[in-house]
């Protein structure tokens, strides 16, 4: 590209500064905000004032933070899930579907099995199954990728809307297992007491939306975090990603790893599925569908480029950008929720475009001619 | 130097320095009209960078270029082409389902409204396809022309785009000795219209048979030019190495006399797509070659040993007993090792450091007590000890394995398969861009290796380097073993068996 006799020169580099690690990521974000702001200024919102407002709905005060902190719990799982694909090349984006069937199975233990065991085993036996419905539903998928390497993209996304379906077949379509059998209003049936959670109140009278499953996911994120450094199957999923094609002429069990890591995948998913069921739903909740948090994982975990304690921070991040932004909705100069969208996708496009900056070295370079 | 001759390209004192490494140090080159200039030199002695900066993909530190007596500047790969300089590299980049002619005219189609004239196409690719490649049509495509024959199109290519200076980067690695001959009488027909071919390659015999001139690099500088007419292999050798004292072959009288009797690997009858009923044993302590020409079914010989490709009948036995092997993953847990010919994208993780290289296949053995945690400390050790044991050169465990040179990067990949102790290592061509030291190394080792009891299974090209390094020879021609010969062989018995004129 030239530029006033100038040339853009785009260099790789060949190794990644360390500061650019942390100056990339801030600097994609002030970017956001300035174009989000240029957005904001147009629609006729001050933009100072409204990222104020937005920074305090969504951050700083209580609510704004133990919403955002709420939010962020499940997200934090669905963006575990899908950095833990992609960082082997496998793009699985079946997080929403896996979610919702985490919700089912978690539901499903909720009402059957934890009656009879104490709030100890009972939460954790939920989250159990999810998990196991989330991997579950990403089996097929999985096995063809692995067996005939058939795209796993198409297959995960399609079976998310089957998913979708099925959970409102389950509450709206049938009058089964998981509806509630007491009124013949159309909702789910409620798990045993044992298998709910209460709210963190954090020291105060206050009702929270945020919940303990909250340290679960911060705690599988340090876990995988540490995992993936120090094990072998960490070692080999990161060296299979950078040539698949050596890995397999050296003998490395690329099916078995392919599989592995998107059951894995999927069970992180249905984790956070599950999440709601001993958090704030208590059932099969058709109500969850309209968050999309699956889809946001994606998001999150380019965000975070796929490192596992980064999920936990742009999950946060995100969260608080949406709760911010439903809260911008009701306050007395209503910003209308799209702006809200515009910020989000913002933040994704500049730090995704930061990513060539971080890879690269970009300098302008005076264009001379070829011979003298 | 003849000051009246006006040399297509001069290049003088050339430096430049990677962090770390000076890669040149004042190289000095030239190439006169009409000439065939061979560049040899040992991986890491600055060939690649020399031409990089020709090419103008790096920019020297220090040094001027001059074509046709002018200065230049190349600062960037075009300049070098509208300089008359072209580079043809192995890859070739030529597309298989276009027509000769198209190919040759690919990006300066002449065309009325995206409309291809086919017979404005034909005529101006007329003339250049008679003296490169007589004998083909500019409608054939591409896909029915052997290797040699993409090359000369290339060359050829370069010819239309009023390139004078034409160098060819190893252009025989994947050729069979017919086609190399073809290739030849080619090249010489090309420099007689002028042009002038820089050859780069390994292959000391070639340099001797086709080059007018022979340039030696060593250390980042070019250390002799010589007319090729004056010089032979051994001084070359000597030249290339430093002046070292050097065997170019392993002696095959030090051999043992007596090999190990342990039957490791056993084909019966295996046939597939690409085999008929091959049957062939390894004992312990052997060192087997495989020749035969391209296609012969050599490299699907090994491949269908490593669980690559399905065994349709017969039966393949690892010590004795029959066993299955479905993928790679079989073959590695039957202690089948594999060195694949195309290094970079089969064999190397270039981006990662030499102990997960080493490492990698058997990373179990490096597992702590607790849930499959790595004792890293133990790995790293492991590793320094197979790869010291391997000479291999490099600044330390950490270093990547895109920084070492190709001899080194196929030691990495032995000391791999050397961790998980092999019954049988196959090695497709495994000394393909390896400098000439580096392979007396390679081929030594693979001796060693059988010392100690395993066999080894070499496929190549080069039948000096089997010759001197094998015990026995196995002859393929089209997926069938059609001969084997013994040591002591003679080079001319094996190669004539390989075209099928003897017995």
């Not at chain 1, 702006?339 to 900056?357: C, D, N």
């Not at chain 2, 002695?45 to 020709?54: D, H, N």
């Not at chain 2, 025989?172 to 390659?201: D, H, K, M, P, Y």
């Not at chain 2, 010291?388 to 394995?401: A, D, E, H």
Request: glycine share 10%.
């Amino acid at each position: 590209m030239m530029l006033l006799g100038r040339r853009i020169q785009v260099e790789q580099r060949m190794a990644v500064p360390k500061s650019a690690v942390v100056i990339v990521p801030v600097v994609s974000v002030i970017f956001a905000l300035v174009v989000g702001g240029v957005f904001l200024a147009l629609t006729g919102h001050p933009p100072i004032r409204t990222y104020l407002d937005l920074l305090n709905n969504g951050y700083t005060s209580f609510y704004g933070i133990t919403d955002t902190l709420g939010l962020a719990t499940p997200l934090i799982c669905t963006g575990l899930a899908a950095a833990f694909a992609f960082r082997m090349n496998l793009y699985s984006i079946g997080q929403e579907g896996q979610m919702y069937l985490g919700m089912i199975g978690g539901t499903w233990a909720g009402i059957v099995l934890a009656d009879s065991l104490p709030p100890l085993i009972a939460v954790p036996s939920v989250l159990v199954f999810g998990a196991l419905a989330g991997a579950a539903w990403i089996a097929v998928p999985a096995l063809l990728r692995a067996r005939l390497g058939t795209s796993e993209i198409v297959s995960t996304l399609l079976l998310n809307y089957v998913a979708l379906n099925l959970v409102n077949f389950f509450i709206f379509g049938s009058t089964g297992f998981f509806r509630d059998p007491t009124t013949s209003f159309p909702q789910g049936r409620a798990v045993a007491e044992s298998a709910r959670l209460s709210p963190l109140s954090l020291f105060t009278e206050k009702v929270t939306n945020t919940y303990p499953t909250l340290f679960v996911a911060v705690s599988l994120a340090v876990l995988l975090f540490w995992f993936m450094r120090v094990s072998n199957y960490g070692y080999e999923t990161a060296v299979y990603a950078d040539s698949p094609n050596t890995a397999r002429y050296a003998g490395m069990n690329s099916a078995w790893l392919q599989s592995s890591v998107l059951l894995v995948s999927g069970a992180l998913a249905g984790v956070g599925g599950a999440m709601y069921v001993v958090g704030p739903a208590g059932k099969v909740d058709p109500g969850l569908l309209q968050v999309g948090l699956g889809y946001a994982g994606i998001v999150v975990a380019a965000l975070a480029r796929y490192n596992f304690l980064a999920v936990v921070l742009a999950a946060v991040l995100f969260a608080g950008l949406r709760t911010g932004g439903n809260a911008l909705q009701v306050s007395n100069d209503p910003v209308p929720i799209a702006i809200a969208v515009v910020l989000q996708g913002a933040v994704l496009l500049f730090a995704l475009g930061g990513e060539l900056f971080r890879r690269n070295k970009v300098t302008l370079v005076r264009v001379q001619s070829a011979t003298t | 130097m003849v000051l009246l001759v006006k040399h297509n390209l001069i290049v003088k004192g050339i430096r430049k320095q990677f962090p770390g490494v000076i890669a040149l140090d004042g190289a000095n080159f030239d190439v006169r009209p009409g000439e065939v200039h061979a560049l040899i030199g040992a991986n890491g002695a600055g060939k690649s960078t020399l031409i990089k900066v020709i090419a103008g993909l790096e920019r020297p530190d220090a040094g001027t270029i001059f074509v046709k007596g002018i200065e230049v500047d190349i600062s960037e790969p075009g300049a070098a082409a509208a300089a008359g300089l072209s580079f043809i590299h192995q890859d070739l980049a030529l597309v298989d389902r276009l027509t000769v002619a198209e190919n040759l005219q690919i990006g300066n189609m002449p065309s009325v409204l995206g409309i291809v004239n086919k017979r404005e196409l034909d005529m101006r690719c007329r003339e250049v396809l008679a003296s490169c490649l007589p004998g083909v049509s500019s409608r054939a495509s591409l896909g029915s022309l052997s290797i040699a024959q993409k090359w000369m199109l290339s060359i050829a290519r370069m010819i239309l785009a009023d390139s004078h200076t034409i160098f060819l980067d190893e252009p025989t690695a994947a050729l069979g000795s017919g086609e190399v001959e073809i290739l030849f009488e080619s090249i010489r027909r090309v420099v007689q219209r002028n042009c002038s071919v820089v050859f780069v390659s390994h292959r000391l015999e070639e340099v001797l048979q086709i080059s007018h001139r022979v340039s030696v690099m060593t250390a980042g500088q070019v250390v002799a030019t010589i007319d090729t007419s004056l010089t032979h292999k051994t001084e070359l050798v000597q030249l290339l190495t430093g002046n070292q004292k050097f065997e170019t072959s392993v002696d095959s009288r030090k051999r043992p006399t007596v090999l190990g009797q342990d039957v490791l690997l056993e084909l019966d009858g295996v046939s597939n797509r690409a085999l008929s009923n091959v049957s062939m044993s390894l004992m312990s302590g052997e060192v087997v070659g495989v020749a035969g020409l391209l296609g012969s079914g050599r490299s699907e010989l090994l491949e269908t040993i490593f669980g690559f490709r399905r065994v349709e009948s017969g039966v393949i036995k690892v010590k004795g007993e029959s066993v299955k092997l479905r993928s790679p993953v079989d073959a590695v847990k039957q202690k089948i090792a594999f060195l694949p010919e195309d290094r970079k994208s089969m064999a190397l993780f270039l981006n990662r450091s030499v102990v997960v290289n080493t490492s990698i296949v058997f990373l179990t053995k490096f597992i702590g007590r607790f849930f499959g945690l790595m004792n890293f400390a133990s790995e790293e050790k492991a590793v320094i000890s197979v790869t010291n044991s391997l000479k291999l050169k490099s600044t330390g465990p950490s270093q990547l394995l895109r920084q070492l040179s190709g001899g080194n990067q196929q030691k990495v990949v032995v000391a791999r398969w050397l961790c998980g102790e092999p019954l049988v290592i196959l090695a497709d061509e495994p000394t393909t861009g390896v400098d000439v030291g580096a392979k007396i190394e390679m081929l030594s080792e693979f001796r060693e290796i059988a010392k100690r009891g395993s066999a080894v299974m070499i496929v190549s090209s080069d039948f000096s380097e089997l010759v001197s390094s094998c015990d026995r020879i196995l002859v393929m021609k089209s997926g069938r073993i059609i001969n084997e010969f013994s040591a002591p062989f003679l080079e001319q018995s094996v190669l004539a068996a390989c075209f099928g004129n003897a017995a």
